[in-house]
């Protein structure tokens, strides 16, 4: 912009710098705003009974789960300044005799826009099921929904 005195005017373009940044900025949010979860979804479709696993994200307290047949379970992280999680740990005791036998399992996991089965992307479900001739004493992680 020229001033009447024929001199450029500065302010108009850091304003419109601004503005362009903070669009960028707006943008970004309203993208972590849709996918404000990092899940991972585990169903238990396969095994005739109740699992038991334990998970943790990064250096947080774990939480235990037991998980019935038939029944799915999210594990989520809510985003807060960035769609960025910590790790996350998961462990399953793979021993379906009544002991207990903790293994630990790498479940990548994918961004959501809700805490729920449905809206965690394909590539991030998985499921329990027996291990192969191991006459259904124990059981594992697998990828995929069934």
């Known amino acids: 912009m020229i001033t009447k005195h024929g001199r450029r005017r500065a302010i108009p373009l850091a304003m419109t710098a601004l503005l362009g940044a903070a669009g960028m900025f707006l943008s970004a949010e ?4 849709d996918k404000a979860y990092g899940c991972a979804c585990l169903h238990n479709s396969k095994t005739s009974g109740t699992i038991n696993y334990r998970f943790r994200w990064g250096q947080h307290e774990w939480k ?8 799915s379970e999210t594990m989520c992280w809510a985003y807060k300044d960035a769609p960025k999680s910590p790790e996350l740990e998961f462990q399953l005791d793979v021993d379906m005799t009544g002991g207990t036998k903790w293994e ?13 089965c449905s809206a965690v992307p394909s590539q991030a479900h998985y ?10 004493k124990k059981i594992q992680i697998y990828p995929g929904k069934s």
């Open 30 to 33: 309203s993208l972590a705003a």
């Open 64 to 71: 235990s789960v037991a998980l019935g047949k038939g029944k």
């Open 104 to 116: 630990t399992f790498s479940i990548p996991r994918g961004q959501s826009n809700s805490v729920s």
């Open 127 to 136: 499921h329990v099921g027996y291990v192969a001739n191991s006459n259904k």
